[in-house]
């Protein structure tokens, strides 16, 4: 039962409090003096603090400051009926966490004390996660300096403990993946499986047995049955990355499972029940695929229950430096060396676009950090880019050695990483550019190990 102490001079005002807080489930001690007030809730915890502005001996705001300069935890809410909204700046910008101006109806208390409940349950969930973020560096890739990325915090902080869809969007490379880590990781599914599977990386032939499973004699080559990853996920999370990519007949069934919680396995006639927390992401705007055609509506609105949307990195610059800075920690506790980057390279790092995102970031740090055995980092050492091996030129050099498929593959793996490299890292613009999309970029890339 959360407690609440009622500071007013009115002896009516106190007993009306009283008697309504009561009843809506509070604890509640009522004092008439602010002095006496103060001694008593900085000597036992109260909640919640509502408290008149006019009173003798000790106004509401004196006793609003010292209770915040002496270290009171309590919300404090202010009552008054004089001053209107310059005594609610006033009380805000003295630590107040709202303000009621009396007379007031009995369902605006209640409705302000809940509010404020709920606020401090959302603080110490963001706490609490950013606790669990600092204390797995393995996983902490996601720095939340920039207001926008606090915003994302925030709202994981608030989805994590409800069993509902979460649709993460942002460009390629800006950290969804870390996103629904921890939301998992902040969960009451933490013990479970985490299972993720990017839908555009595996042929549309194979996906529907990967998600769902099989049975022994289902399609050529299936000698046994196999469990999918919503089998694997069972009790914990699945991640659908790239969902925009998931083929329309395969949209329908997942669409079914997220209605009924069944899934079917490939050559099976029976379902089965599973307990699964599915979040989604992509680079696509899926209501623009929906407009399109190429997305069902009805599995967008299944999966778009609570939207994170993930800025990129060139919209949050004040979190480069301290990713940057994350990135050498980790990776001098990876290779055993003493690893520090420059003020200069801090600053070179800070002016770049980084197009790729936090990925592009990540890798142009990894391969600095293997390319020197400097301890400081400098920005010669950060500028250093792969270069793609150029093709074999067709009919030259060797007399024609190699056969003309070696030759139209060595060219195409040039073209593909030329495109990754012109679009840092991005694969999304990368696809683009060839004109082929993004399931095939993703192919091909796999084919040609440039993963």
């Known amino acids: 039962m959360k407690r609440v102490l009622v500071v007013d001079d009115e002896p009516g005002l106190r007993q009306s409090l009283g008697l309504l807080l009561s009843d809506a489930g509070y604890a509640v ?41 002496r270290g009171g935890t309590g919300l404090v809410i202010m009552m008054s009926a004089y001053g209107g909204e310059d005594a609610a700046l006033a009380a805000m910008k003295e630590g107040a966490y709202d303000y009621l101006p009396k007379p007031f109806r009995p369902d605006e208390v209640v409705l302000t004390l809940r509010k404020a409940e709920e606020r401090e349950g959302l603080r110490r969930d963001v706490a609490g996660l950013r606790a669990q973020l600092a204390a797995n560096p393995a996983e902490r890739g996601l720095v939340a300096e920039s207001r926008a990325m606090q915003a994302a915090l925030d709202l994981v902080a608030r989805v994590a403990e409800h069993n509902t869809t979460v649709l993460i969007t942002g460009e390629s490379g800006t950290g969804k993946e870390v996103i629904a880590r921890a939301i998992h990781r902040a969960s009451p599914r933490v013990g479970r499986a985490f299972v993720g599977i990017n839908c555009a990386a595996i042929p549309e032939s194979l996906l529907e047995s990967e998600l769902f499973g099989h049975v022994r004699g289902a399609f050529t080559g299936a000698s046994a049955d196999k469990a999918g990853l919503f089998d694997q996920a069972d009790g914990g999370t699945l991640l659908l990355d790239e969902i925009g990519e998931l083929p329309g007949p395969l949209q329908a069934k997942l669409l079914r499972v997220l209605q009924e919680g069944e899934i079917r396995r490939v050559g099976d006639q029976k379902t089965r029940r599973v307990d699964v927390r599915v979040l989604a992401a992509t680079a696509r705007d899926l209501a623009a695929e929906v407009a399109a055609g190429r997305f069902r509506e009805d599995l967008f609105y299944r999966l778009n229950v609570v939207a994170i949307e993930l800025p990129p990195l060139r919209e949050r610059r004040e979190d480069i430096a301290p990713l940057a800075r994350h990135f050498v920690a980790r990776l001098a506790q990876r290779f055993g060396r003493p690893l520090v980057l420059s003020d200069a390279a801090v600053a070179w790092v800070g002016e770049q676009e980084w197009r790729g995102n936090v990925r592009e970031l990540e890798n142009a740090i990894e391969r600095a950090v293997v390319l020197t055995d400097k301890e400081t980092l400098e920005p010669d050492d950060l500028a250093r880019a792969p270069r793609p091996t150029p093709p074999a030129p067709v009919g030259g050099g060797g007399g024609g050695e190699g056969t003309l498929k070696d030759l139209v593959e060595a060219t195409e793996r040039h073209v593909i990483a030329a495109a990754l490299e012109a679009s840092g890292g991005n694969r999304r613009a990368a696809a683009q550019r060839l004109d082929v999309s993004l399931r095939t970029l993703f192919y091909k890339m796999s084919r040609y190990g440039l993963d």
């Open 29 to 69: 001690t009522p004092e008439s003096d602010g002095r006496k007030a103060l001694e008593r809730a900085l000597a036992e915890p109260f909640d919640l603090v509502l408290c008149d502005v006019r009173m003798p001996e000790m106004d509401g705001l004196a006793f609003l400051r010292t209770y915040r300069s």
